[in-house]
């Protein structure tokens, strides 16, 4: 988990390196989480938000209730596969004392508005995306942060977990008893909150493609024919590329777009046609392993010959595996297409 929310958050310098808790921290839970135990927890960084409703929520203002912080993005897949969940969790443990809060990074403004009304949320959304002092940090979408009653980070995690599982986890935190003496944020006895830096981190999508190339005619190319070439991405085992289908939960889905140094230049792509993967749920159009793109287009008639045509492919991609998503990113290849002198055909 990251340095700063970790135990003995205090002895780290940096919010952005990772710490391996000890078996000493933490307990083990079923679905893979950690549960940290109390007297290890480090108190969290201070925050504050104004949610849509134009409500101000605060680590302050939540004090002595069990807070699960979500961290989403409009383009995740599966952030958005996990609302329906979390909006029946909100309902039978907010009650108890539960506050649960969407809390959207990397996104447009537009995306946020637009998924905050599709997905009906009755719990706070809030829209951080332009907050340049982010306390918490995050690798991939969707990161979970729950603070216990005494504001204790007791359990980080990254990616869809079993929500029956959190469920339960929080249950717990629930039955425990209220911020005990002496824990005060900064009292005696109690760890202070540590800074973390923007949380702006490594990995993107362009992290899951081991390889990419442009594949181009090593001959020239006469003047007004067809040319052919590839775009080739190796994907990492681990992970797939979202498709272009249902824009509503990939807003960042595989794109190409080809440029040339010719105005006239007429080239364009052929995709192939993606797989069928389940994410979170959801049945998903995806792009896994070794995924080629023909290529191809007309050399323009009057470009003079020995003359480099140059083509530029962009590439916007958005990686997920089962449980999480990446920050979109763009991978820019490109090549030249000789072209050859007209008396030579």
């Not at 005990?180 to 760890?191: A, I, N, T």
């Not at 010719?262 to 797989?275: E, K, N, Q, T």
């Not at 994410?279 to 896994?288: D, F, I, K, N, P």
């Not at 990446?326 to 490109?334: D, K, Q």
Request: proline content about 10%; overall charge negative.
């Amino acid at each position: 988990m990251p340095a700063a929310l970790a135990p003995g958050a205090m002895r780290h310098d940096s919010g952005s390196e990772a710490v391996f808790l000890a078996a000493d921290d933490f307990e083990l839970r079923p679905g893979g989480l950690r549960l940290i135990h109390a007297d290890r927890a480090a108190v969290a960084p201070p925050f504050s938000w104004t949610d849509e409703a134009g409500e101000t929520v605060s680590r302050g203002s939540l004090a002595g209730r069990v807070v699960w912080i979500n961290l989403w993005a409009d383009w995740c897949a599966t952030c958005r596969a996990e609302f329906p969940g979390l909006q029946r969790i909100h309902d039978r443990l907010a009650d108890r004392g539960l506050a649960l809060l969407a809390v959207c990074r990397n996104s447009t403004r537009s995306g946020f508005e637009a998924a905050v009304r599709k997905d009906w949320l009755t719990f706070p959304a809030i829209d951080a995306t332009r907050d340049s002092d982010f306390p918490f940090p995050f690798g991939a979408f969707p990161t979970s942060v729950v603070l216990d009653r005494a504001g204790r980070v007791r359990a980080y995690w990254q990616g869809h977990r079993s929500l029956a599982a959190v469920e339960t986890l929080l249950r717990d935190l629930l039955a425990e008893p209220p911020r005990p003496r002496g824990l005060e944020p900064g009292g005696d006895g109690s760890p202070r909150p540590a800074s973390v830096a923007d949380s702006t981190l490594s990995p993107r999508a362009s992290d899951s493609v081991v390889r990419a190339s442009l594949e181009l005619p090593r001959e020239e190319a006469p003047p007004g024919e067809l040319v052919e070439g590839r775009l080739v991405l190796d994907v990492d085992p681990g992970w797939h590329l979202v498709g272009p289908e249902d824009p509503d939960l990939a807003s960042h889905p595989l794109e190409i777009r080809i440029e040339t140094s010719s105005p006239r230049a007429v080239f364009d792509h052929l995709r192939p046609l993606p797989r069928e993967r389940e994410l979170a749920g959801l049945t998903r159009s995806v792009y896994s392993g070794r995924v080629e793109f023909p290529l191809w287009g007309f050399v323009p008639a009057d470009v003079p010959p020995g003359r480099p045509l140059a083509l530029a492919v962009r590439t916007t991609l958005q990686a997920c595996n089962e449980t999480s998503c990446l920050l979109p990113a763009e991978i820019l290849l490109s090549g030249n297409v000789r072209v050859a002198d007209r008396s030579d055909r």
